[in-house]
């Protein structure tokens, strides 16, 4: 048995559940190109996350790069968006040949600071994508604010951020676009997946040939496009995971906040929630600040000693990577240099134990106490 403690484990439905659920893929044989679950699970997360509009796609990067796509900006077009953020975010700008523009974050919730977003902005700039990172809520008034006053489109990267509510609205219905990722890995998989969501209606036919090869009926291809599509397998995991998944966001918030009680010491700092937002506890983010015994990477290498697997989600920011260091405007980042040299994610999911949670903030402050 590997007794390991990872930092997530994905949320599966019970088995059978599963295997009822695929049964009558045996008698259609339709197993893709938009087929009866891929358009149920479409209506179902419509509703689920509160949203006029909802593309399904085969994962989250793709979505991003999709709903980039559907906005036709002009090659080499600036868009403002945070290095802090996992390297999908900064490929999906380049890949549709786009230049990014790095913008420091807020040292309270690691989401993109509005307050530098007007400096950056110049006749090339066409957008703003921003993430909320964590399931952390960006600043959407402010960013809406700037967009209007410069005609900018807001298209957020919500990859971490399923059933996340602010105001009560559902978190995919601001801005232009949001993309959602239901890779294993999230608070709802459907194995690999994702999801646009959008306010325009002609926004659900552009992805829709943009998912499906351009392809308008047997004969005619009216424009180009990719394969982007979600399988009935995946599509099936999602209404069975679709289920469980008011469960499974309250069984993660018991996690969180045990270890929040047991963690609440000098030196470890967690973000802090946004006012006016229902979360998911997508993830357990600390960081190690100055004045702590351990830096980050001591602690990292320690806990994997005791079979603890943490995460440095995000180090080394995007804009460090090779594939893109010095190749684009040079903006001052230090608060998210800050955040990424400090922060740890620590393991949480909705089956992790308590005693493991118990453990983990035991061994953390007999390190950092
Ligand atoms: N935008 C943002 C802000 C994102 O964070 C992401 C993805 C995207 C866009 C793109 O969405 P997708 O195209 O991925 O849908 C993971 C995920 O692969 C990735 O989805 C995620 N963000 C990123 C933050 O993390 P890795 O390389 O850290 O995953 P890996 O394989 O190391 O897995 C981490 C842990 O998860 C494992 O230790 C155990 C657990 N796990 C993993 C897999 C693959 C499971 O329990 N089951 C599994 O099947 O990237």
Known sequence: MDDRILVTRSSMPPYEEYIEAIKPLWDTHWLTNMGQY???LEKELKEYLGVSGLSLMVNGHMALELALQAFDFPEGSEVITTPFT???TTHAIVRNRLQPVFCDVKSTDGTIDETRIEDLITEKTVAILPVHVYGNVCNIEGIQKIAD????????????????KYKGRGIGSYGDASIFSFHATKVFNTIEGGAVSFAERRLYDKLYYLKNFGIQNEEIVSSVGANAKMNEFAAIMGLCNLKHIGEAIAERKKRYDLYRERLSRKGIRFFTPTQDADGNYAYLPILIEEGCRMTRDALYEELKQYGIYTRKYFYPLTSDQACFKNQYKRVAL??????SDEVLVLPLYDTLSVESIERICELISEREG
């Open 334 to 339: 230090d608060t998210a240099r800050k955040l």
């Open 149 to 164: 006053k410069y005609d900018l489109r807001v298209i957020y990267d919500a990859a971490h951020a399923f059933g996340v």
């Open 38 to 40: 891929h358009q149920q």
């Open 86 to 88: 996992f390297i999908s």
